[in-house]
């Protein structure tokens, strides 16, 4: 067993035949070819996005692109 901090290193131990991934994906999202994909539905199964800045902090244009594409597309 192996909790991974990111997406592409639980793909990447599934990729090399040594384990199973269990990862947030939205339906459209593309996998390796040689991966078979299942989603899993269950209520209870839930992911929570949390988006931190400093307060006070003037934000760069980059930044506040983002901000504003995150909250349309959450």
Do not use: C, H
């Not at 209520?43 to 929570?48: A, G, H, N, Q, W």
Request: a positive charge; zero cysteines.
């Amino acid at each position: 067993m192996s909790i991974n901090t990111t997406k592409l290193s639980a793909i990447a131990w599934a990729e090399k035949n040594t384990g199973v991934a269990i990862v947030p994906a939205p339906a459209v999202e593309l996998f390796p070819a040689n991966l078979v994909r299942k989603e899993i539905k269950d209520e209870r199964l839930f992911l929570e996005m949390t988006l931190s800045i400093v307060k006070g902090r003037e934000l760069s244009q980059v930044a506040q692109t983002f901000i504003n594409y995150y909250m349309q597309n959450k």
